[in-house]
């Protein structure tokens, strides 16, 4: 993106940036929360649910690349250094300590609910003002919805699996 395509834009540039290189960290700090979770996680359908969590990691890397580019065509700069991670990031990280999986997906469910606020925050901020950004955020978005059903769906089964066994003990 040209300078002057850059100073026209009626929206707040820095502020835009300062937005976008949160998401960012949040994304590398959802993808390494996935990745490691899956690796540890055990209960019951375990072995159905490893692959999906290790997909959401990867789409969550593809929105880091996503947003990254739009911060280098706004001529801004992205976060440099991991430790600087968690200063942008306003999501928090949970350690995947307790393996066990219904604790696993409630940690990502928080993490995804975080990122769908983040970019609900950037589509409105940029809504009518920059349509690149806007559809940019709009789309992945989108896909935090579905990270978060999918997450909702996994431990709805769980729940449902375990009424059933306390029926059959009864
Ligand atoms: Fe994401
Ligand atoms: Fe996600």
């Known amino acids: 993106m040209g300078k002057q395509a850059v100073d026209i834009l009626s929206i707040d540039v820095p502020r835009l940036i300062k937005l976008l290189n949160s998401a960012l960290a949040e994304e590398w700090l959802a993808y390494y929360q996935y990745w490691i979770g899956a690796r540890l996680m055990e209960g019951p359908m375990r072995s159905e649910i490893e692959p999906e969590l290790l997909l ?3 789409q969550e890397l593809n929105h880091a690349v996503l947003v990254v580019d739009r911060i280098i065509q706004l001529r801004g700069i992205p976060v440099l250094h991991p430790q600087d991670w968690f200063k942008h990031s306003h999501c928090k990280y949970d350690a ?3 393996p066990y999986v219904e604790v696993i997906l409630e ?4 993490g995804e609910r975080c990122a769908i606020h983040r970019y609900k925050e950037i589509a409105d ?4 003002k920059d349509h ?13 919805l579905e ?7 996994w431990l709805t089964d769980i729940k449902r699996m375990k009424q059933e066994l306390k029926k059959i003990r009864m």
């Not at 978060?148 to 769906?153: A, L, Q």
Request: hydrophobic share 20%; charged share 25%.
């Open 56 to 58: 959401h990691a990867t």
């Open 96 to 98: 995947p300590e307790d």
């Open 107 to 110: 940690q990502n469910l928080q």
């Open 125 to 128: 901020y940029t809504s009518g």
């Open 132 to 144: 690149t950004t806007h559809q940019m955020a709009t789309t992945i978005l989108n896909e935090e």
């Open 147 to 153: 990270h978060e059903n999918d997450i909702e769906d």
